[in-house]
């Protein structure tokens, strides 16, 4: 079982910036992920990066505003979050995966952290 623990989530601005971070506990995985969640909504992947030569994908909806990096020596993953925007407004949970995943499917992620949440005011 990897054990994931968000921190850096806060209220911020339209515009302003947080940096989302990811503690784990194990490295034998596959590929980490950023997923959010919006009141009232479904869950949604928005980044995601690859252990084994640090590919990574952003959704559409994020892509030039964020980025995904890992510092594996620390067992760290980030989420760079700039420009933001009152519909980031979400709790964002690190995810991990041991083997391949179909895009942004939740169910192929197997361990969870318990989220923290980013509110972003016009």
């Known amino acids: 079982q990897v054990e994931l623990v968000e921190s850096g989530g806060g209220s911020v601005q339209a515009g302003g910036s947080l940096r989302l971070s990811c503690k784990y506990s194990d490295q034998h995985y596959y590929v980490m992920a950023w997923f959010r969640q919006a009141p009232g909504k479904g869950s949604k992947g928005v980044a995601r990066i690859y252990d084994l030569d640090g590919r990574n994908y952003l959704d559409d909806s994020v892509e030039g505003r964020f980025t995904i990096t890992q510092d594996k020596a620390e067992r760290m993953m980030y989420l760079q979050m700039n420009n933001l925007k009152p519909e980031d407004t979400a709790m964002y949970f690190c995810?991990?995966?041991?083997?391949?995943?179909?895009?942004?499917?939740?169910?192929?992620?197997?361990?969870w952290g318990q989220g923290t949440l980013v509110t972003v005011s016009s």
């Open positions: 995810a991990a995966a041991r083997n391949a995943v179909r895009g942004w499917r939740a169910d192929d992620f197997e361990d």
